[in-house]
């Protein structure tokens, strides 16, 4: 049985691909499978010099690229300790987007595997999640200006690090995944890891159908969508409504909080994390990255009529949304939106 999705192969084949790399089990098993697969990418890197390793890491990645031909991005991240995790994570997609965007690439692979997966729905279940929320990440998301493709999703690390050795394949241990002090390395060994060593079938089913169900239960009643600009259907439940955001969000590559899920309800009318507008409107949500752009009058003037709120209408012009041809709604014909 191959450790790699076939949907996602069929995804990355042909196609720009950039694989995050670290050197470690995960991401090293991903590069010489993706490689065997006969899948084209190239690797980018950050060095946040935690460990001693650290720079022969980078050094190992670069000769890896060299010898595979492929290129090779590095950049090196010294931060602070408090709240490493979620500085480290902004760090490494900003590099990795910024890649994406100047070299065009397509598609973002990450080694994320089964242990992962499970790891962050014990966490979430935790916390006092919905089902969107625990499932956390897919096989297959779409960002802004790229598709985020994990390959291993329903794979175990066990197998991964079990495919390296018995090839005889280079690759260094993180030793600060051992560090139970990290919530998410706490709930790994002490949860995650033992429950897919005994039940690893199981869960890979269970996951495959809540999957379906999330599908069935929070299909997007999607209007219309322009770049990073949607317009949803709002059903009237605040619990659907928030999902339905939270999903989009999340599609964006924001994770929302409890905190901010019940700011967007209570105000209808919002900026969340100071980057995306969210807006309830006519039975409408509107949901877009918040900007700030003088704009023409005439261009305001086209988006009062369309009844699009204010902290919508800079992206649009922004992004070239075709306003022009959108007409003000009415109650006897078709919505312009």
Known sequence: MSLLSPASLEYLRGAGNLLAFSAGVDSSALFFLLTEAGIDFDIALVNYRTRDTSDAEAEHASRLAQRYGKKCYITTAELPTANFEHEARKVRY?????????????????????????????????????????????????????????????????????????????????????????????????????????????????????????????????????????????????IRDIRQIDHVLKREGYLMSAAQREEALRTKDCVVGRRFAVVFRSGKIYIAPYRKTVMPKAFKEACRLADIPPKIRSYLFETGYPLSEKKRPSASGPEAL
């Open 94 to 238: 900003a590099f990795f987007e910024e890649i994406i965007r100047n070299e065009g690439y397509q598609n973002l692979i990450t080694a994320h595997h089964l242990n992962d997966r499970l790891e962050w729905f014990l966490m979430q279940l935790t916390r006092g999640a919905g089902l969107a929320e625990m499932l956390g990440f897919e096989e297959i998301e779409t960002r802004e200006g790229y598709s985020l493709i994990r390959p291993l999703i329903r794979t175990d690390k066990a197998r991964l690090r079990a495919y390296l050795k018995e090839h005889k394949l280079p690759f260094f241990e993180d030793r600060s995944n051992h560090d139970e002090t990290i919530t998410r390395n706490y709930f790994r060994s002490r949860f995650a890891n033992p429950l897919i060593e005994a039940y690893k079938e199981g869960i890979v089913k269970s996951f495959d159908y809540l999957e379906r169900d999330k599908k069935a239960l929070f299909d997007l009643s999607v209007r219309e969508r322009h770049r990073s600009f949607w317009l949803l259907q709002s059903s009237g439940d605040n």
